[in-house]
């Protein structure tokens, strides 16, 4: 087997080629994403970079003051800050998200340092990714997301509460006790004997976290760049120095004497349920924290850099990775941490690089700022923490679950997490969860009512098989041969409340009764009569009727029947909905936005697809669409009439040519005779429409395009052709070139696919380039022909 080796190039060669290929825009980097790098092996852009060093800041007293709480190594929160920032940094499926020792974790941490000791704690940790490894390989990541958002804050509100409680007797000076009921009954006893050194450490430490942000001006901008928990840490520090107290400090080991995990030792039922734990609480908060990144980089406006979406199989994975090796190294559990990642986002992140370098730093500063960590008072990272688990107590949660009437929820997940446990507390709330969803699904009111001439049944509520009792008894409150009304205020009916519903309505209606099934706003659900009808009611299309499933039989009601069926419908359905609408506009007068001039075939309907109101067009449709020139029109004078009156007395700010597929106006222009015969009232109108046909003939110009794709029939080619020539012959009336002119008018060209019902709008209209682009359910504003 021969390789295919290139020849060898000269000294010359290469170096043209090689100043080539520095003038060469590399694909897929557009010029506006471009950002400063480094260069070399692999380039870092300068604003992951400048977000490493503020996560850092932030995640270094964090660390340690989370190490504090849960009674763990304080070197062991410095390995979860390193690993969670280069291993899930590196493995995860969130780019921008930020790993380490998390505040949600301290609680259950702590209960398993306390019951089994730290060298176990750290293969429980071990399992826990193992475990996560598991789930992401199952791809179940976003069934975690199905857990109520009541119970996921209710949780991390009780884990708050419950550090705040823990820490407060740090902070003044004592020592936390094994549960939150014991830090509550031993409060009072604290304080009373505050330790005076400790708690001028703590509420310096606290003043300057509550007040850091809120420093106004200049002043406030500048300081700013240092992030509050830093600064804060740092002002009690240098007080606790200045003043000499006698406060206890961090005292960090030798890295030589790090403790690291051993095999499990204690009860198999309590090491899996730890296990279980610390599986389930970090999954959760880091897939959520996950999604709520994605938000945080949608929203963001600088800088223009497209960041990936959130693989949540794969961040569920690259968790589980450093769970894995932190509780091998002997460091704390892992799992995503909103505070460091949204200053990670606001700090202009680009890419994954700025996480792992933040845990570069760590190893850095756990390697070589030794005798500065020592430094730090232990209170003041207490406070630290303890303002962290107030702050996990959500207010606008509070009002979130409040206002999605789950208040009972929430206050029953931390309730259970405070006084029990973390999962017991979790199943506490699925289960009032559960309770509060199947009490709402068979809560139903349902109420009779005489209303001027017609019996009212109104239903508010799920219809289940639960009601079925209550609303036979009041469907059969109605008076045999009544006109009645079913309103029906739910989403939900089930097959049984179907039954009784439908059994009723037939044996009512073949006693001389009439019937009506509509909504809560008053919109008919069900036609009147019985169901076999072979007569289309109108608009029944939109209702899931389709008339050709009925057998061909002749129509039972005529013409005028129809008409006044319709009529009576609108008086009974809309007119109440619409009156004070068209009240204010019979006083006002008229005042449209735009005129839509379109064909006058029966399949457009133009409220519909403009999804328009009373007052918002001024419509003008005739066969085809066609817009004469003055001085063509032949005494018929409607169409340049409608366009006067519209562009100079109602000032309307644009003008849309509508045409349609399967135009009967363009077909017949399309077989015309050569000569063009005008014998009838239809053939000396469409003479209107010549100059399209010889615009669509000409070889000089080049034919429309329809999203990307050629028309495909002529008649589709003509009918797209007919809206660009129709926009010039507008442009020949006076006062819209005057508008024109004066930059207050807009046209605008559109093409709507009947059998597809999918909007096109003209982008381009040049002579050269004719595109109608597809509108979609995002598009705003089209661009004007």
């Excluded at 031993?186 to 703590?202: D, I, K, N, R, T």
């Excluded at 009576?568 to 009240?583: D, G, I, K, M, Y």
């Excluded at 000409?698 to 050629?710: N, V």
Aim: glycine share 10%.
């Amino acid at each position: 087997m021969t390789a295919c080796i290139p020849p060898r190039l000269s000294r010359t060669d290469r170096t043209s080629r090689t100043s080539g290929a520095s003038r060469v825009q590399r694909p897929h980097s557009p010029p506006g994403d471009r950002l400063p790098r480094f260069t070399g092996r692999f380039p870092i852009a300068g604003s992951d970079l400048s977000a490493s060093i503020a996560v850092f800041l932030i995640a270094l007293p964090l660390s340690l003051g989370i190490a504090l709480a849960t009674g763990a190594p304080l070197q062991a929160g410095l390995v979860a800050a390193a690993v969670g920032g280069i291993v899930a940094g590196r493995l995860g499926g969130s780019p921008l998200q930020v790993s380490g020792p998390a505040a949600g974790l301290t609680v259950v941490t702590a209960e398993l340092i306390q019951r089994f000791g730290w060298r176990t704690t750290c293969a429980i940790t071990v399992l826990a990714g193992l475990g996560q490894l598991g789930l992401a390989t199952l791809r179940v990541a976003r069934s975690a997301l199905a857990v109520s958002p009541a119970i996921v804050h209710g949780m991390l509100a009780g884990i708050g509460t419950t550090i705040a409680l823990a820490q407060l007797h740090v902070v003044l000076g004592g020592t936390p006790q094994s549960s939150a009921v014991a830090n509550v009954r031993g409060l009072p006893a604290q304080l009373s004997e505050p330790h005076l050194a400790a708690l001028s450490v703590s509420a310096l430490t606290i003043a300057v976290l509550l007040m850091w942000p809120r420093i106004p001006g200049r002043t406030g901008r500048i300081v700013r760049k240092v992030p509050a928990a830093l600064a804060a840490v740092a002002a009690a520090t240098l007080l606790a120095a200045v003043a000499g107290m006698k406060v206890p400090r961090v005292d960090l080991p030798s890295w030589s004497s790090h403790a690291l995990p051993g095999l499990p030792e204690g009860p198999v039922l309590g090491i899996a349920a730890g296990v279980l734990t610390i599986t389930l609480v970090t999954s959760v908060q880091s897939l959520l924290s996950a999604v709520a990144v994605d938000k945080l980089v949608a929203a963001r406006k600088e800088p223009k850099v497209h960041v990936p979406r959130s693989n949540l199989d794969r961040e569920l994975a690259g968790q589980g990775a450093a769970n894995i090796v932190s509780g091998a190294l002997g460091g704390l559990p892992v799992a995503g941490v909103a505070v460091r990642s949204v200053a990670n986002v606001s700090s202009g992140a680009v890419s994954r690089h700025s996480t792992m370098l933040h845990g570069l730093w760590v190893v850095l500063a756990a390697l070589l700022l030794v005798p500065v960590l020592d430094l730090i008072p232990l209170p003041a990272l207490a406070a630290l923490v303890m303002v962290v688990g107030i702050q996990m107590v959500s207010i606008t949660h509070i009002r979130s679950v409040t206002r999605h009437r789950e208040a009972v929820v929430y206050a029953v997940t931390v309730t259970g997490v405070v006084l029990i446990g973390i999962l017991e507390g979790v199943a506490l709330g699925i289960a009032m969860a559960t309770g509060l969803a199947m009490h709402r699904l068979a809560k139903t009111r349902i109420t009779v009512e005489k209303r001027e001439d017609a019996e009212h049944i109104t239903v508010r509520g799920q219809l289940t098989f639960l009601a079925v009792p209550r609303l036979s008894r009041a469907l059969h409150q109605v008076p045999q041969g009544a006109y009645a009304v079913v309103e029906l205020d739910g989403s939900f009916m089930d097959h049984a409340a179907y039954e009784t519903l439908q059994d009723w309505q037939l044996s009512h209606m073949a006693r001389g009764g009439q019937v009506e099934i509509t909504g809560r706003s008053g919109v008919r659900t069900t036609e009147l009569g019985p169901s076999g009808h072979t007569c289309c009611r109108p608009w029944t299309p939109w209702r899931n009727h389709h008339c050709g499933e009925h057998p061909v039989a002749e129509p039972t009601c005529g013409t005028g029947r129809q008409l006044a069926d319709g009529l009576s419908s609108f008086q009974r359905n809309t007119a109440p909905l619409v009156r004070h609408e068209l009240a204010r506009l019979a006083r006002e007068g008229q005042n449209p936005s735009q005129l839509f001039l379109t064909c006058a075939d029966s399949r457009l309907v133009t409220s519909m697809i403009t999804a328009s109101g009373p007052g918002d067009l001024f419509t003008v449709r005739n066969v085809g669409n066609l817009v004469p020139l003055p001085g063509e029109e032949s005494g018929d004078d409607s169409v340049a009439a409608a366009i006067e009156y519209a562009v100079d007395v109602l000032q309307v700010q644009s003008i849309t040519v509508c045409g349609h597929s399967g135009c009967g106006a363009m077909h017949a222009l399309l077989h015309s005779g050569p000569g063009g015969g005008a014998h009838t009232p239809l053939q000396r109108w469409l003479r209107h429409g010549q100059s399209s046909l010889e615009r669509m003939k000409s070889k000089q110009r080049a034919w429309a395009r329809i999203s990307g794709r050629l028309p495909t029939d002529a008649v589709e080619q003509l009918s797209l052709t007919n809206v660009v020539q129709q926009l010039e012959n507008l442009r020949g009336h006076p006062s819209v070139a005057r508008r024109l002119a004066d930059g207050t008018l807009k046209l605008q060209g559109m093409y709507f696919h009947v059998g597809e019902a999918q909007a096109y709008l003209l982008t381009g209209s040049d002579g050269v380039d004719e595109v109608f682009d597809r509108v979609t359910p995002t598009s705003r504003e089209g661009a004007p022909a």
